[in-house]
């Protein structure tokens, strides 16, 4: 069983990535708990739904979560796929489904991820993270105390840096 990062911790991965055949078909199985392409869970919607185990959809780069908005119940993870370290369009769609549809459940960051990834994926959102096979998941830990401190708001921070600063001088922390 492979492991992954989860909550900041080296877990063993339960969940089984469904990836597609050469002619595009995936096969589901009985049991066991599952992430499918977003492509599948709209074909094979209602076989999913008879599962008894838990369900996961991942989104690609391109994918918009919008179309995940009235499902989202149903899913017990959603992934995100990196497919190349440099393109950050995850980033934008792990905020969209935390801070707009409200998203609380396991947030996965699949592909092409690598430790150095691992601090900015956490404040957009993610929880999860499937790490390349070339990176060492335990040393990977340290990514997230790299920075003691940021500017800008995140899922994680609301409030930027000013005005986080501001609260502390109006309550005399400071």
Same mark, same amino acid.
């Given at each position: 069983?492979?492991?992954?990062?989860?909550?900041?911790?080296?877990?063993?991965?339960?969940?089984?990535?469904?990836?597609?055949?050469?002619?595009?078909?995936?096969?589901?199985?009985?049991?066991?708990?599952?992430?499918?392409?977003?492509?599948?869970?709209?074909?094979?919607?209602?076989?999913?739904?008879?599962?008894?185990?838990?369900?996961?959809?991942?989104?690609?780069?391109? @994918?918009?979560? /919008?179309?995940? *908005? +009235?499902?989202?119940?149903?899913? =017990? &993870?959603? $992934?995100?796929?990196?497919?190349?370290? !440099?393109?950050?369009?995850?980033?934008?769609?792990?905020?969209?489904?935390?801070?707009?549809?409200?998203?609380?459940?396991?947030?996965?960051?699949?592909?092409?991820?690598?430790?150095?990834?691992?601090?900015?994926?956490?404040?957009?959102?993610? @929880?999860?993270? /499937?790490?390349? *096979? +070339?990176?060492?998941?335990?040393? =990977? &830990?340290? $990514?997230?105390?790299?920075?003691?401190? !940021?500017?800008?708001?995140?899922?994680?921070?609301?409030?930027?840096?000013?005005?986080?600063?501001?609260?502390?001088?109006?309550?005399?922390?400071?």
């Amino acid at each position: 069983m492979e492991t992954i990062i989860r909550q900041r911790q080296v877990v063993a991965d339960n969940w089984q990535l469904l990836k597609p055949a050469a002619d595009g078909s995936i096969a589901i199985p009985a049991a066991g708990d599952v992430i499918v392409p977003l492509r599948a869970w709209r074909e094979q919607r209602a076989t999913l739904l008879a599962r008894t185990a838990r369900l996961g959809v991942w989104l690609e780069n391109t @994918d918009d979560p /919008a179309v995940l *908005a +009235d499902d989202l119940q149903h899913f =017990a &993870l959603i $992934a995100v796929n990196f497919p190349q370290f !440099a393109d950050g369009r995850g980033y934008s769609t792990a905020r969209l489904l935390r801070e707009r549809f409200n998203w609380r459940g396991e947030l996965r960051a699949i592909g092409d991820i690598l430790r150095d990834q691992l601090f900015y994926l956490f404040r957009c959102g993610f @929880d999860s993270y /499937a790490l390349r *096979a +070339d990176q060492d998941a335990n040393a =990977a &830990l340290t $990514a997230f105390d790299d920075f003691s401190e !940021a500017y800008q708001s995140s899922v994680e921070r609301p409030q930027p840096l000013f005005r986080r600063r501001k609260k502390s001088v109006l309550a005399g922390v400071e």
